[in-house]
T-cell receptor, first 116, second 113 residues
Framework: GAVVSQHPSRVICKSGTSVKIECRSLDFQATTMFWYRQFPKQSLMLMATSNEGSKATYEQGVEKDKFLINHASLTLSTLTVTSAHPEDSSFYIC????????????FGPGTRLTVT | KQEVTQIPAALSVPEGENLVLNCSFTDSAIYNLQWFRQDPGKGLTSLLLIQSSQREQTSGRLNASLDKSSGRSTLYIAASQPGDSATYLCALPYGGATNKLIFGTGTLLAVQP
């Protein structure tokens, strides 16, 4: 149980375009999902907290207009990188917490974004 | 502000050796601490979660300890195998919330056959 998927696993896009990444909890309902970014040889940095039915909360330094987050259902959150630039190239990972209030986070397999 | 450091940054050991990975944190007021494994280009696999009231957790060849007063946690891997090669990350909640995680800097482990 507690499986989180991400789609796509890998995406290459041109500078200036937008790309959407999906995060799904497959076998549980997630009230809260998190989006992280990981640059090469670095640890994960939290970008934003996504709560179902409400606006996402962004960490300091993360542009909310650039990284649009939608959490429309208890099993799906999306991250859209708008007007992507090469410096947005990174590994994006989502995680989810279940309804039971279990504080353990379940992580997706990540999405490798390359902006050319 | 909570800071999480892992030492060593990289470690190479021969197969069969027992090893210890270290995680240090500056603010001892934590709810829990979690150890993860990350394979190259992959997501995270949760290994162990220790609640603040616990001193250790065990799962197979893994044993994680927690000493809040000294701001330290260790992950002990017994009889290491090449399949244990990965990056190991510790993480703990921060900012007064119980579910926003701050991650350590990671230890890259290579177990040589």
């Amino acid at each position: 149980g507690a499986v989180v998927s991400q789609h796509p696993s890998r995406v290459i896009c041109k500078s200036g375009t937008s790309v959407k990444i999906e995060c799904r909890s497959l076998d549980f309902q997630a009230t809260t999902m998190f989006w992280y970014r990981q640059f090469p040889k670095q640890s994960l940095m939290l970008m934003a907290t996504s709560n179902e039915g409400s606006k996402a909360t962004y960490e300091q330094g993360v542009e909310k207009d650039k990284f649009l987050i939608n959490h429309a259902s208890l099993t799906l959150s999306t991250l859209t990188v708008t007007s992507a630039h090469p410096e947005d190239s990174s590994f994006y990972i989502c995680s989810a917490i279940g309804l039971a209030g279990d504080y353990e986070q379940y992580f997706g397999p990540g999405t490798r974004l390359t902006v050319t | 502000k909570q800071e999480v450091t892992q030492i060593p940054a990289a470690l190479s050991v021969p197969e069969g050796e027992n090893l210890v990975l270290n995680c240090s944190f500056t603010d001892s007021a934590i709810y829990n601490l979690q150890w993860f494994r990350q394979d190259p280009g992959k997501g995270l696999t949760s290994l162990l979660l220790i609640q603040s009231s616990q001193r250790e957790q065990t799962s197979g060849r893994l044993n994680a300890s927690l000493d809040k007063s000294s701001g330290r946690s260790t992950l002990y891997i017994a009889a290491s195998q090449p399949g244990d090669s990965a990056t190991y990350l510790c993480a703990l909640p921060y900012g007064g919330a119980t579910n926003k995680l701050i991650f350590g800097t990671g230890t890259l482990l290579a177990v040589q056959p």
